[in-house]
């Protein structure tokens, strides 16, 4: 993550801002604009290198406070404040008390107070950017053990379900999540206490094993060929290629054993890919084509003895 070092000085006076800028260059670089709608314009295009956002407040078709706003509901990172004149304190008041603002500067400035007064900002940008990287960081861990947990519980429950040629069920299930590189779990981490999380999963593999058990109930004996890809084309509703396969146009249907949120309703569909494998003991192959994903049957071989930690591994590299 790139750590913003920029000021951004918005002012319709342009003395003001050419003033602004040989004061202020010497602690960060600066940019500026002229109006509002301007200053959105800048942000949009260049919010990520920008620490301090300083604004005028009496401007030409919109005032300041419209730019905080929009600044801090689009992009929380950057440090807010406002200058201002003694005449127009009120607004400057306003601005902190909702939120928009670190700190007004007064006009006319005074060099050192406003020297201060920035690198206070650009300090603050500076711990904003370190715990956002932290936790992101943070974050990236959870992701990973929870993706981590996921597999190795679907290992164990598919090995409850059908004993036989589970693994290599489950071995083309993460094979396949990886070929559509999207196991990014949508989990509110802030949400949810580690005991809840522990629960709502545990009861999230309950109802993973029902859907499994019906799944396979529901198409009795194995069938092959054309036929077996036909009945995961219905359960899929994707589009069947006869021999050839079947093809996947919606990764989801693949992967949501793996990203859906915690405490969410684990549905029958979302457990038809994993019961398919299972139904045919693992004998499929999934493979991108032009945006969308094709399954084919392929014959039995022997699985890598750390294939699951393997998989665990890169699952997490996809995340960082």
Same mark, same amino acid.
């Given at each position: 993550?790139?750590?913003?070092?920029?000021?951004?000085?918005?002012?319709?006076?342009?003395?003001?801002? +050419?003033?602004?800028?040989?004061?202020?260059?010497?602690?960060?670089?600066?940019?500026?604009?002229?109006?509002?709608?301007?200053? +959105?314009?800048?942000?949009?295009?260049?919010?990520?290198?920008?620490?301090?956002?300083?604004?005028?407040?009496?401007?030409?078709?919109?005032?300041?406070?419209?730019?905080?706003?929009?600044?801090?509901?689009?992009?929380?990172?950057?440090?807010?404040?406002?200058?201002?004149?003694?005449?127009?304190?009120?607004? /400057?008041?306003?601005?902190?008390?909702?939120?928009?603002?670190?700190?007004?500067?007064? +006009?006319?400035?005074?060099?050192?107070?406003?020297?201060?007064?920035?690198?206070?900002?650009?300090?603050?940008?500076?711990?904003?950017?370190?715990?956002?990287?932290?936790?992101?960081? +943070?974050?990236?861990?959870?992701?990973?053990?929870?993706?981590?947990?996921?597999?190795?519980?679907?290992?164990?429950?598919?090995?409850?379900?059908?004993?036989?040629?589970?693994?290599?069920?489950?071995?083309?299930?993460?094979?396949?999540?990886?070929?559509?590189?999207?196991?990014?779990?949508?989990?509110?981490?802030?949400?949810?206490?580690?005991?809840?999380?522990?629960?709502?999963?545990?009861?999230?593999?309950?109802?993973?094993?029902?859907?499994?058990?019906?799944?396979?109930?529901?198409?009795?004996?194995?069938?092959?060929? /054309?036929?077996?890809?036909?009945?995961?084309?219905?359960?899929?509703?994707?589009?069947?290629?006869?021999?050839?396969?079947?093809?996947?146009?919606?990764?989801?249907?693949?992967?949501?054993?793996?990203?859906?949120?915690?405490?969410?309703?684990?549905?029958?569909?979302?457990?038809?890919?994993?019961?398919?494998?299972?139904?045919?003991?693992?004998?499929?192959?999934?493979?991108?084509?032009?945006? /969308?994903?094709?399954?084919?049957?392929?014959?039995?071989?022997?699985?890598?003895?750390?294939?699951?930690?393997?998989?665990?591994?890169?699952?997490?590299?996809?995340?960082?």
């Amino acid at each position: 993550m790139n750590t913003p070092q920029k000021i951004l000085y918005v002012d319709d006076e342009a003395m003001s801002l +050419k003033y602004f800028d040989r004061l202020v260059s010497s602690i960060a670089p600066v940019l500026t604009a002229s109006s509002v709608e301007e200053g +959105k314009a800048i942000l949009r295009d260049h919010a990520s290198e920008i620490a301090v956002l300083v604004t005028d407040q009496r401007m030409p078709g919109a005032l300041g406070n419209e730019l905080l706003r929009y600044s801090r509901e689009n992009h929380p990172h950057i440090v807010r404040l406002l200058t201002t004149a003694y005449s127009e304190l009120g607004d /400057a008041i306003e601005a902190i008390n909702s939120g928009e603002i670190f700190r007004y500067i007064n +006009k006319p400035w005074v060099l050192d107070s406003l020297h201060t007064d920035l690198k206070n900002a650009l300090e603050l940008s500076a711990l904003r950017t370190e715990r956002d990287e932290l936790l992101h960081d +943070k974050i990236i861990v959870q992701q990973s053990q929870l993706l981590s947990n996921r597999m190795a519980s679907l290992l164990m429950l598919s090995a409850a379900v059908q004993t036989e040629a589970h693994e290599a069920a489950l071995y083309q299930f993460a094979q396949s999540a990886l070929v559509c590189k999207s196991v990014e779990p949508g989990v509110n981490w802030q949400h949810w206490e580690h005991a809840d999380l522990l629960q709502a999963e545990a009861q999230r593999g309950v109802s993973i094993a029902s859907h499994l058990r019906h799944w396979l109930k529901t198409w009795g004996e194995p069938k092959e060929g /054309a036929a077996a890809l036909q009945v995961l084309a219905e359960v899929l509703n994707a589009d069947p290629l006869g021999d050839d396969g079947v093809l996947i146009s919606d990764p989801e249907t693949l992967t949501a054993l793996l990203t859906a949120p915690a405490g969410q309703l684990v549905t029958a569909p979302q457990c038809a890919w994993l019961a398919w494998l299972m139904w045919q003991e693992g004998l499929a192959h999934l493979e991108p084509i032009d945006g /969308a994903y094709r399954v084919s049957h392929v014959n039995a071989s022997s699985l890598p003895g750390d294939w699951l930690a393997d998989c665990m591994e890169q699952m997490g590299r996809s995340l960082t």
